[in-house]
């Protein structure tokens, strides 16, 4: 079973970009983390990460047909990824949305999610371990099907 993990715009900055808020793990480590889960809870984990919105939407497309579910982190196209919206909206499996932070602890501009509403669910404000939990959740309710 395959679960996609998308980082949207600026998580490649993980561990240089204002590590007070995001902490300091790198993508890198934070994908060899999902991983090794991954292989804990028997699922395979292929991570991606762009800061252009067609290429996670392309991305989702590429693997409409091979993938159980995803879990994605849209960075700056929270609020206005509509054409991530319209992705999401259009798959056969589950996407859980992820927030390093919490968005409703900060501006409040960052409060609102257009993905949201497409997304199964969102987990948000554990650091890194919103991804963690995102994708013991994501697994449980897969298995539950």
């Given at each position: 079973?395959k679960?996609?993990?998308?980082?949207?715009p600026?998580?490649?900055?993980?561990?240089?970009?204002?590590?007070?808020i995001?902490?300091?793990?790198?993508?890198?480590?934070?994908?060899?983390?999902?991983?090794?889960?991954?292989?804990?809870?028997?699922?395979?984990?292929?991570?991606?990460?762009?800061?252009?919105?067609?290429?996670?939407?392309?991305?989702?497309?590429?693997?409409?047909?091979?993938?159980?579910?995803?879990?994605?982190?849209?960075?700056?196209?929270?609020?206005?990824?509509?054409?991530?919206?319209?992705a999401?909206?259009?798959?056969?499996?589950?996407?859980?949305?992820?927030?390093?932070?919490?968005?409703?602890?900060?501006?409040e501009?960052?409060s609102?999610?257009?993905?949201?509403s497409?997304?199964?669910?969102?987990?948000?404000?554990?650091?890194?371990?919103?991804?963690?939990?995102?994708?013991?959740?994501?697994?449980?309710?897969?298995?539950?099907?």
């Amino acid at each position: 079973m395959k679960i996609l993990v998308l980082h949207g715009p600026n998580l490649n900055l993980l561990g240089r970009r204002e590590p007070h808020i995001y902490g300091s793990m790198t993508l890198a480590d934070l994908n060899r983390k999902l991983e090794a889960l991954g292989k804990e809870l028997g699922v395979e984990v292929s991570a991606f990460q762009s800061n252009h919105e067609g290429e996670l939407v392309d991305f989702l497309h590429q693997h409409i047909d091979g993938a159980a579910g995803a879990i994605l982190n849209p960075g700056g196209l929270t609020q206005y990824g509509v054409s991530l919206h319209d992705a999401i909206k259009g798959l056969p499996y589950p996407v859980i949305e992820v927030h390093i932070t919490n968005r409703h602890a900060r501006e409040e501009w960052r409060s609102h999610s257009i993905i949201s509403s497409a997304a199964k669910g969102t987990v948000e404000g554990l650091g890194w371990r919103s991804y963690s939990a995102a994708l013991r959740a994501l697994v449980e309710i897969l298995k539950e099907k």
